[in-house]
């Protein structure tokens, strides 16, 4: 088969997980003296990291963990500020405060592997990470509630993939 048939193309969304709580980034690690690092036992991303985990080792179960091209979309919704004229302005919006994409990912990251979803975070190639302050409506759907919706998927190298393509 010659390489122009060949493709990579996504396969079927594998997972997709609704965690309710505010989302933490990962901090940075401290160090110690002696050269030690250590992240602060009561840190906020302690809880926010074992609310992902629990909640992806439900959905995925003792399935092995993925390994190979992955693509991992997050979508983080943040509570909105008390003051009302705040509130209306910034409802349903994109989120442009701390704490940073890259620190929300990292922790998301390092839970999907601690849960075995993942076999390694450097196999994520590719995602779509998404930061919006919540919908002011009053429902409790994520969205209206502070959380995170993450889907994944594992990428496939087709041979044929001109006929994979005309079957989607």
């Not at 079927?12 to 980034?25: C, E, K, N, S």
């Not at 990962?26 to 609310?51: A, E, N």
């Not at 909640?55 to 179960?61: K, L, N, T, V, Y």
């Not at 003792?62 to 979309?73: N, R, T, Y």
Request: one cysteine or more; a positive charge.
């Amino acid at each position: 088969m010659s390489e122009n048939n060949r493709a990579w193309l996504p396969g079927p969304w594998l997972l997709h997980v609704d965690v309710y709580g505010d989302p933490v980034g990962q901090p940075r690690h401290r160090s110690t003296r002696d050269g030690r690092h250590y992240i602060r036992s009561k840190h906020p991303v302690r809880k926010w990291r074992q609310l992902i985990e629990d909640a992806c080792r439900e959905q995925w179960g003792s399935k092995p963990p993925l390994s190979g091209a992955i693509e991992v979309d997050m979508d983080f919704f943040f509570a909105l500020p008390k003051d009302k004229k705040l509130r209306e302005k910034r409802s349903g919006t994109p989120h442009t405060l701390k704490p940073d994409k890259d620190n929300l990912e990292k922790a998301v990251l390092d839970s999907l592997v601690r849960a075995g979803v993942i076999a390694d975070d450097k196999n994520v190639f590719y995602g779509r990470t998404r930061k919006m302050w919540r919908a002011d409506s009053g429902g409790s759907l994520i969205g209206f509630v502070p959380g995170l919706i993450l889907t994944i998927r594992q990428w496939e190298l087709v041979d044929d993939w001109r006929s994979s393509w005309r079957r989607s």
